[in-house]
């Protein structure tokens, strides 16, 4: 450890296709990729949309 300091542990979001088909794994992929990236030893922290897709977005009741 340099400097006698423990490593910062990174976390990671996995990004989520909110429907514009420009960026992120597909909705049904999530838990796939999610799953694959912390069995690789990543902190997955969870999942987001590219931001302002979700913009006035309703939560789901």
Same mark, same amino acid.
């Given at each position: 450890? $340099? ?22 794994? &597909? $909705? ?13 030893? &990543? ?5 987001? $949309?590219? $931001? ?10």
């Amino acid at each position: 450890m $340099p400097f006698g300091r423990p490593r910062a542990r990174s976390r990671w979001c996995i990004e989520v296709n909110s429907g514009y088909h420009r960026t992120g794994v &597909l $909705p049904a992929g999530a838990v796939v990729v999610g799953k694959t990236a912390a069995e690789a030893g &990543l902190d997955v922290a969870g999942v987001f $949309p590219f $931001p302002g897709h979700a913009t006035g977005a309703k939560p789901a009741p």
